[in-house]
């Protein structure tokens, strides 16, 4: 039986909010420290950590803060004198670039900044107060621009695309071009998550300029990237390698690791798809180490999980079983469910072309709840084929027409390497 997938584990730079900094209590707090106006604080921040910072604010004064990310994905949280949480700041930056956060105060009194760690490994950022005085006009459109941003990174994907835009078109009339790049790649990845290739494109298209005028070399690669994986679901893997390959270097030159690891997973997928084995799995190894180097586990599980399926299109069947059952664990510790549901299918399946129907059943049965779940149709799909398929196999009809059905597929008992989804 072939392993059908809806496709390999291709990466996307959106950098959307981490759901563990959201309406979660913060992690262990370092020593508090206190934030004057253009006195830059660099510090270290570890999985998990919290560093909190304290400032004196006057009812009526705009306060602006920065919290640059140097290899640390941070979220900022601002809460004021009676401990009331003012906002909390996560942009779709990852772990490299600017998280600002801007205000004014409403009381007099010492409000308190927490920047809290979503990354996976340590790093480092700068931590700054940039303004401190009375606010302008645009000092108000700024604070409302950076809300609707951070409303954006929460929302679900329509409403999510016209925060953004809206956001986008404050940052242009303020001339903040980061931000408004920062804008437009998101729109994009949002459409092309809805399917919309072209608008995806479009907004990738956009947006790319405006990150290669302001020096933002990691926005760029990420945008660069994004417009790969475009390109690469379109078919044109050409353009993808182009593109990938455009984004490594930048990658590298900012010392992005979890960046660069992600260009080589993605250019291994296109080189699998070209049938180009050895290039795929050269690309993969370099793409394991550095996720591993890292500590980024649900990447490391994402490229076992790739490399696994090079060597079951190989017939490298516990090869194959070998690279899944190590990805396996790693997703469950993460809690990522879409992973843990592709892992334990591409079992099932690789037990079905070893002739062990009841493992290929039992794990078949573990993924298709989990697809439900996560309401990835195709994988639902893909289990309830494999189960019926089992079942025809077994020589039990009926229920494999049963399975057959429920997939919306004919049920002509056909066997799946012989059919093409």
Known sequence: MTLIRGGWVIFVFQFLTAPWLVAQDAGPVRAVEKLEPHRVIERELGPGQTGEYTLDVKAGQFVRLVARQMGVDVAVTVLDP???????????????????????????????????????????????????????????????????????????????????????????????????????????????????????????????????????????????????????????????????GQALPLFRAVGNRSGEATILTNIGSVYSDLGETPKALEYYDQALTIRRAVGDRSGEAATLDNIGRVYSDLGEEQKALGYFGQALPLYRAVGNRYGEAAALNNIGYVYFDLGEKQKALDHLGQALPLYRAVGDRSGETSALTGIGSVYSDLGEKQKALDYYGLAWIPTDLRHPSQRSL
């Open 82 to 244: 009676l401990a009331k949480t003012l906002l909390q700041a996560d942009r779709p930056n990852g772990a490299f670039g600017p998280e600002a956060a801007s205000f004014i105060g409403e009381i007099s009194g010492e409000y308190r900044v927490r920047v809290s760690s979503g990354s996976t490994s340590t790093g480092r950022y700068r931590m700054e107060l940039l303004e401190l005085r009375e606010p302008t006009e645009a000092d108000r459109s700024r604070i409302e621009a950076e809300r609707l941003e951070f409303q954006g990174t929460r929302e679900a994907r329509l409403r999510s695309i016209e925060l953004f835009e809206r956001a986008r078109s404050i940052w242009h009339r303020l001339g903040d071009a980061y931000e408004e790049g920062l804008c437009l790649n998101a729109v994009g990845t949002h459409y092309s998550d809805l399917g919309e290739k072209q608008k995806a494109l479009d907004y990738y298209g956009l947006a790319l300029p405006i990150r290669r005028t302001v020096g933002d070399r990691s926005g760029e690669a990420a945008t660069l990237n994004n417009l790969g994986s475009v390109y690469d679901n379109l078919g044109d893997k050409p353009k993808a390698l182009d593109y990938y």
